[in-house]
Nanobody
Framework: QVRLVESGGGLVQAGGSLRLSCAASGLTVSSCAMGWFRQGPGREREFVAAISRSGGSTYYSDSVKGRFTISRDNAKNTVYLQMNSLNPDDTAVYYC????????????????????WGQGTQVTVSS
C-alpha cells in the first residue's frame, strides 16, 4: 500500500523559512516523479514544484521559482521542499504527490498526472 506522509508545516513569519518532508512507503521515490502542490483558502489546488524520476530535472511554478527548492534523499525514501523568503501568499495546505507513469526525465506539473497523494501539511505565513 502506497503512503505519502508530509511533515514540517507550521506557522512562520514573513521572510522566514520552512522545510517540508514527504516520507514515502509502498513505493520508491527514485522510481517515481514526485511533486508538491498547495491549496490556499478558497483556491484550487495548484502546482508548486516537481522532480523527475531520474532526479536530474526539476520544475517550479513562477510564484515560487528562486525561493523554493525540491530535492530527494533516496536512502531515506523522502522528498523535501525547502521554502525560503516565505510570504503570506504562500499560506496553504501543502500536498506531496507521486507518479510512476512518466519517462525518466519528464517533470509532471498537472494534478491529473499524479496517482498518489498525501494528506497534506498546513503552512501559515504571518505578515
Amino acid at each position: 500500500q502506497v503512503r505519502l506522509v508530509e511533515s514540517g508545516g507550521g506557522l512562520v513569519q514573513a521572510g522566514g523559512s520552512l522545510r517540508l518532508s514527504c516520507a514515502a512507503s509502498g513505493l520508491t521515490v527514485s522510481s517515481c516523479a514526485m511533486g508538491w502542490f498547495r491549496q490556499g483558502p478558497g483556491r484550487e489546488r495548484e502546482f508548486v514544484a516537481a522532480i523527475s524520476r531520474s532526479g536530474g530535472s526539476t520544475y517550479y511554478s513562477d510564484s515560487v521559482k528562486g525561493r523554493f527548492t525540491i530535492s530527494r534523499d533516496n536512502a531515506k525514501n523522502t522528498v523535501y521542499l525547502q521554502m525560503n523568503s516565505l510570504n503570506p501568499d504562500d499560506t496553504a495546505v501543502y500536498y506531496c504527490a507521486a507518479t510512476f507513469l512518466v519517462r525518466n526525465s519528464y517533470v509532471p506539473a498537472a494534478r491529473d498526472e499524479y496517482g498518489y497523494w498525501g494528506q497534506g501539511t498546513q503552512v501559515t505565513v504571518s505578515s
